[in-house]
C-alpha cells in the first residue's frame, strides 16, 4: 500500500468524530500538493512537503489537552514527538521523518522560513485557514503580502480570495 495513502488513513483514525480537523489536513494536502508540483519541487521535497501536510497539525489534540487550547506555539512544540512515533510505526525513512517533524515544529513561525517545502507548507495552510476562518478580502490580501512567496501560492491566493497580485492595487 502506498505510505502516503496509508498515512492519510492513519490521520483520519486519528481524528475520528471530528471531521473539520480531517477536512483541514486533506485540504492542505491538496493545496501543498499542487503548489509544490506547480513550482517543480522535486520527488523527494515533494514527498517529505505532503507527509508534512497530512500531519502539520497533528499536536492539536495534545495542545487543547494539555493547554486548554490550539495555540500554534503549542502545536509546535507538542507535534513533532507525536508525528515521529507514527511515522517510525508506518516505516518511514529517517531523514524524512527528521525534516516532517522540523516542519511540523516550525509551521506557524513566518520568519526564517528555510526550504520551499517550509514555504509552500505555510501558504497551503493559510490559504486553509482564511477560507477556513471566513477572514475578509482585506485580511487576505495582507497574508498575501506578507506571507506568500512562490508564484503559485500567490496566484491561488489572489484567484481564491479576488485580490490583485498588482502590489499597487493590493494595498488597502
Sequence with gaps: MDKKALLIKTMISYYANDPCRIQHFIKVHDFAGVIGKLEKLG???????EIAAIVHDIGIKVSEEKYGDADGKH??????VIARAMLE???FE???????CYLIAHHHTYTDINGLDYQILVEADFLVNLYEGNESRETAGQVLRRIFRTESGRQI??????LS??????RE
Excluded: H, W, Y
Excluded at 502545536?75 to 513533532?80: A, F, K, M, S, T
Excluded at 491566493?157 to 479576488?162: E, L, Q, T
Design 75 to 80: 502545536q509546535e512544540l507538542e507535534g513533532p
Design 157 to 162: 491566493c489572489a484567484d481564491m480570495f479576488g
Design 165 to 170: 497580485l498588482d502590489p499597487e492595487a493590493t
Design 94 to 100: 529517517d531523514s524524512v521523518i527528521d525534516r516532517v
Design 43 to 49: 520527488d523527494e521535497k515533494q514527498n517529505i512537503l
Design 89 to 91: 510505526t508506518l516505516d
